[in-house]
């Protein structure tokens, strides 16, 4: 199974920041990797897939980029609403496994 | 619109079986590749099971393989998943969630039904 690592876990910021998630894979996933991101008592939301396509209605502030084994989700400038749990996921084969999260507190 | 409505999750003793549902409207669940994906309270994602398009080839991990099964039913639009000897470490909010298309993510989700597994 392809085991996903993200860093950091946990990430205290403020808003404005720019914020950077990591998301490695034990093995090469091509760019067939997505973004997601969830509040609290809600289902995940798709941010980005295939490591940069932006989902439609996703803000530009959001970013994905990457391809084989290490790729980043960037968050330009953090605002309010942005303070969540990120996860990747990999699509390149199953059983299609997630990350461990990043959850964003305000600093 | 794309909607999934997720039911069946419930209390239920160790060792004991349920079914969720998830009814979908706004497609068709037998042109799409689908899941499910269960949160454990206080915990990550993780993914559970997969069903493909056409011949339905099914997919589950490791510790719930044997155990789950999932399944869809065309004419109810509807996707399953039995889940049979359960244990307290399947308790978890259960989603499911569809491809999109051209596939490699999940677009759309429900809202995820609990199931807790408990004497």
């Given at each position: 199974?392809?085991?996903?690592?993200?860093?950091?876990?946990?990430?205290s910021?403020?808003?404005?920041?720019?914020?950077t998630?990591?998301?490695?894979?034990?093995?090469?996933?091509?760019?067939?990797?997505?973004?997601?991101?969830?509040?609290?008592?809600?289902?995940?939301?798709?941010?980005?897939?295939?490591?940069?396509?932006?989902?439609?209605?996703?803000?530009?502030?959001?970013?994905?980029?990457?391809?084989?084994?290490?790729?980043?989700?960037?968050?330009?400038?953090?605002q309010?609403?942005?303070?969540?749990?990120?996860?990747?996921?990999?699509?390149?084969?199953?059983?299609?496994?997630?990350?461990?999260?990043?959850?964003?507190?305000?600093? | 619109?794309?909607?999934?409505?997720?039911?069946?999750?419930?209390?239920?003793?160790?060792?004991?079986?349920?079914?969720?549902?998830?009814?979908?409207?706004?497609?068709?669940?037998?042109?799409?590749p689908?899941?499910?994906?269960?949160?454990?309270?206080?915990?990550?994602?993780?993914?559970?099971?997969g069903?493909?398009?056409?011949?339905?080839?099914?997919?589950?991990?490791?510790?719930?393989?044997?155990?789950?099964?999932?399944?869809?039913?065309?004419?109810?639009?509807?996707?399953?998943?039995q889940?049979?000897?359960?244990?307290?470490?399947?308790?978890?909010?259960?989603?499911?969630?569809?491809?999109?298309?051209?596939?490699?993510?999940?677009?759309?989700?429900?809202?995820?039904?609990?199931?807790?597994?408990?004497?």
């Amino acid at each position: 199974d392809i085991q996903l690592t993200q860093s950091p876990s946990f990430l205290s910021a403020s808003v404005g920041d720019r914020v950077t998630i990591t998301c490695r894979a034990s093995q090469a996933i091509s760019s067939y990797l997505a973004w997601y991101q969830q509040k609290l008592g809600k289902a995940p939301k798709l941010l980005i897939y295939v490591a940069s396509t932006l989902q439609g209605g996703v803000p530009s502030r959001f970013s994905g980029s990457g391809s084989g084994t290490e790729f980043t989700l960037t968050i330009s400038s953090l605002q309010p609403e942005d303070f969540a749990t990120y996860y990747c996921q990999q699509f390149f084969n199953y059983p299609l496994t997630f990350g461990g999260g990043t959850k964003v507190e305000i600093k | 619109e794309v909607q999934l409505v997720e039911s069946g999750g419930g209390l239920v003793q160790p060792g004991g079986s349920l079914r969720l549902s998830c009814v979908a409207s706004g497609f068709t669940v037998s042109t799409c590749p689908m899941g499910w994906v269960r949160q454990a309270p206080g915990k990550g994602l993780q993914w559970v099971s997969g069903i493909t398009t056409g011949g339905g080839d099914t997919y589950y991990t490791d510790s719930v393989k044997g155990r789950f099964t999932i399944s869809r039913d065309n004419p109810k639009n509807t996707l399953y998943l039995q889940m049979n000897s359960l244990r307290a470490e399947d308790t978890a909010v259960y989603y499911c969630a569809k491809w999109g298309l051209g596939g490699h993510r999940y677009d759309y989700w429900g809202q995820g039904t609990l199931v807790t597994v408990s004497s």
